[in-house]
């Protein structure tokens, strides 16, 4: 295998810093300085992304620029809590009795 093929495939690190699963995209801080693009057709199924989620991936090419695929969570997230808003107060479900 080339070393451009072998640099294609290789994984990265970054942090989500944006997601709206309602409008199926967001943006990975790739930590060099650009944002890639990660749409909601390149996770998993079983993959929920969050706003500060550490995340690896690879990059492809497309006519808008780069993007990223096959986007994996580094930590494992078995249960997210949910948060409520009662009147501006906001409260996970760890503080609600």
Do not use: H, W
């Amino acid at each position: 295998m080339s070393q451009t093929a072998q640099k294609k495939l290789r994984r990265r690190k970054g942090i989500v810093r944006y997601y709206n699963e309602r409008k199926g995209y967001g943006i990975i801080d790739g930590g060099d300085g650009r944002d890639i693009l990660v749409y909601k057709k390149d996770l998993d199924f079983l993959t929920l992304l969050d706003t500060g989620d550490e995340v690896d991936y690879e990059i492809k090419n497309s006519e808008r620029g780069q993007r990223a695929i096959n986007v994996k969570i580094c930590r494992d997230v078995l249960f997210r809590s949910p948060t409520y808003s009662i009147k501006g107060r906001f409260f996970s479900s760890s503080n609600v009795s």
